[in-house]
Every structure is written in structure tokens, then in C-alpha cells.
């Protein structure tokens, strides 16, 4: 079992930055395959961006250019920096942890990212 707790988010205003965390428990956190996911209001919930457990990174066309996951396998945390926000990048965002080849995965709880003047 994988317990995640997601932090960094709030309200910014367009064009600013925010840095989302993700914590997660357990001794084997540098196998999994960790993901931040997003969702808003009315919306199918979107992969935004991913690193495996080798640090590949993949993103979302939307995050390309402005987003950056990164992971600290000392720490049990993976990152994701957001800059440049729009107010299109509100939503819930969450992160998920995949043991590859398992079809296991865990996710957090969410935290709040609001883009507004």
C-alpha cells in the first residue's frame, strides 16, 4: 500500500508559478512510475505530465514548455513546477503512483490549483 499527499496548490494569478508535491510513503517509492494527473469542473480527468522510474518524462501537449515533474527518490517526493499558469490550467490536480507490469496504482487526494486575476 502507497499513501500519497499531494501540496503546493492555491490560487495564483495568470503568468505565475506554482510548484505541486507529492509525498508518498512506503520503501520501494523508486519503483514506481509517478504521474500528475489533473481535473476540472465538467472535464474527464487528463495526464499532464509523467517520469518513470528510470526519470523519463512525458507531457501533456498543454504542459509542454511549461510544466516540469521531477523526482526525488531520497525524499519519496516527485515535483511538478508549473510556470507561466493560465487560468485553463485550474482543475484538481492529483498524483499517481504505477508499479509497472502490475496494473497497480494509488492515488492522492488532490490539491486545488485556481489560475485568476
Known amino acids: 500500500q502507497v499513501q500519497l499527499v499531494e501540496s503546493g496548490g492555491g490560487l495564483v494569478q495568470p503568468g505565475g508559478s506554482l510548484r505541486l508535491s507529492c509525498a508518498a510513503s512506503?520503501?520501494?517509492?523508486?519503483?514506481?512510475?509517478m504521474s500528475w494527473y489533473r481535473q476540472a469542473p465538467g472535464k474527464q480527468r487528463e495526464l499532464v505530465a509523467g517520469?518513470?522510474?528510470?526519470?523519463?518524462?512525458k507531457y501533456a501537449d498543454a504542459a509542454k514548455g511549461r510544466f516540469t515533474i521531477s523526482r526525488d527518490n531520497a525524499k519519496n517526493t516527485v515535483y511538478l513546477q508549473m510556470n507561466s499558469l493560465k487560468p485553463e490550467d485550474t482543475a484538481v490536480y492529483y498524483c499517481?503512483?504505477?508499479?509497472?507490469?502490475?496494473?497497480?496504482?494509488?492515488w492522492g487526494q488532490g490539491t486545488q490549483v485556481t489560475v485568476s486575476s
Open positions: 499517481n503512483a504505477g508499479l509497472p507490469d502490475t496494473g497497480v496504482d494509488y
Open positions: 512506503g520503501s520501494i517509492f523508486w519503483l514506481y512510475a
Open positions: 517520469i518513470s522510474n528510470g526519470s523519463r518524462t
